[in-house]
């Protein structure tokens, strides 16, 4: 039976779930808001205005919260209430430099493991990225890309054949997507979208030849870069404002 309201889990729905997976729903829904820059750094998320949204208890918007908040995608302050993460300028930038180095040793190590049903599908995943330049909505080409760009590397991660580095990686890109949306400006990524398929074309074309050191230096440039020319420095809100 399809949703009546798209993009919303209805509460009829809801009320078939059992507690624990109802929590799970609740909490995928509000990672997407946050990582989607549906919510603002520092804004306040009520309890009571999410738990009447979804037609549910307080307990799984609780449930939901305290696990974004173990992901560091929001703050639970005791005896104040919940708000939306806030990350300082030099803190935004610790982490991309820290996870530019994580993903580029992935990059090299997927160079030389590769095989070439994947570099396929990474072509495929580059053309369609490429046709998002034609769009001229901004929410749509930021929408799109962030989607892409998450199935373009994890693609990577899958030529490295390594587990705990996705697994440890998927989480990461949580943190980067939300920090990209609620620090950057409204739908950085669209006017970005150029120049990161630029980068992406670098990416494919060190690991198509295999080459190991170009694949690792192309992608930590390619995510330490994110800073500049998707999020401006001047434009992060300090931590608490």
Known sequence: MSNPHPGTTSAALLSQRGSARLSSVVYDQIKERLLEGRYAANERLSVEALRNEWGVSKQPVMEALRRLSGDGLVEIIPQVGCQVSAYTPREVEDFFLMFGGFEGTIAGIAALRRTDVQLAELDRLSAEIGRLR?????GARSHGYRVLNRRFHATIH???????????SARMWDLSDFLINTTGG????????DGRHDDHERIRAALQTGDRLAARQE???????????????????AHGT
């Open 134 to 138: 034609d769009g001229t909505d901004p």
């Open 186 to 193: 409204p739908q950085p990524l669209s006017g970005a979208l």
């Open 158 to 168: 899958a030529m490295a054949h390594s587990r705990v580095m996705a697994e440890t």
């Open 219 to 237: 992608m930590e440039l390619h995510i330490v870069g994110i800073v500049g020319s998707v999020i401006q420095p001047d434009r992060q809100p």
